[in-house]
């Protein structure tokens, strides 16, 4: 007869539970009599993250995904959102709000956030976020001389709204170039976004 028990503890106040799982005797695996599985959970399973971004070609809109994709593998609830849909208000809901945006051309000035950013910016002015986490993402292409300038915009703007820049900003140069250069840039990056968070909870 197989024997199962499952231990469920809070470790610390962070949290952090433990699932034992133990397996007597008689597991129908050969060879292997006993059998003790440790799967940890945290905090990080409640916290919300929202991708607010805008894009002309879809670039950053894949690349927005993709982040997505790696948070939710870290067990966090991730949400997208284009910015012409999303007001600064809402940031309040979230524990990290990721800001992502191509650099363009804008009214004959190079290294612009798409067009989209600039109301939603002039809006949230003179919000105060204080301690509000945030983190960046520019997409952009090197031969231009304002490589991703959008993210030192949009860094600005966490500043003004007295926001806090959990990592630095990730500046992908080229996206469709090299796709798979580019998902792997992505993932490596929100991979270790993902520990600050865990770390700063
Ligand atoms: C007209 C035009 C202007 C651009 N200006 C810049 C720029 O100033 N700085 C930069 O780094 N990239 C610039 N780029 C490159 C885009 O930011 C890049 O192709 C980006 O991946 C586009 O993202 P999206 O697909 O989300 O629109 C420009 C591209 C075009 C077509």
């Known amino acids: 007869m197989r024997k199962k028990r499952r231990i469920f503890c809070t470790a610390d106040s962070r949290f952090i539970a433990y699932k034992i799982i133990i397996v007597n005797d008689r597991s129908p695996v050969k060879g292997k009599k006993r059998l003790s599985e440790k799967v940890r959970y945290s905090s990080m399973e409640n916290m919300k993250i929202l991708i607010v971004y805008a894009t002309n070609s879809g670039g950053t809109q894949l690349a927005a995904q993709?982040?997505?994709?790696?948070?939710?593998?870290?067990?966090?609830?991730?949400?997208?959102?284009?910015?012409?849909?999303?007001?600064?208000?809402?940031?309040?809901?979230?524990?990290?709000?990721?800001?992502?945006?191509?650099?363009?051309?804008?009214?004959?000035?190079?290294?612009?956030?798409?067009?989209?950013?600039?109301?939603?910016?002039?809006?949230?002015?003179?919000?105060?976020?204080?301690?509000?986490?945030?983190?960046?993402?520019?997409?952009?292409?090197?031969?231009?001389?304002?490589?991703?300038?959008?993210?030192?915009?949009?860094?600005?703007?966490?500043?003004?709204?007295?926001?806090?820049?959990?990592t630095e900003s990730l500046k992908i140069d080229g996206f469709y170039l090299d796709q798979q250069k580019s998902s792997l840039q992505l993932t490596d990056w929100t991979d270790n976004l993902a520990s600050r968070l865990q770390g700063a909870s």
């Open 66 to 166: 993709i982040v997505q994709e790696t948070l939710v593998k870290h067990s966090l609830t991730a949400e997208l959102k284009e910015v012409r849909d999303t007001s600064a208000d809402e940031f309040a809901g979230y524990d990290l709000v990721i800001l992502s945006s191509p650099s363009w051309d804008d009214e004959g000035a190079e290294g612009q956030p798409h067009p989209d950013w600039r109301p939603f910016m002039e809006k949230a002015k003179g919000k105060d976020m204080s301690g509000k986490k945030f983190a960046v993402i520019g997409l952009g292409d090197s031969s231009y001389t304002y490589f991703c300038g959008a993210v030192k915009i949009l860094e600005d703007f966490i500043k003004s709204l007295k926001g806090e820049l959990l």
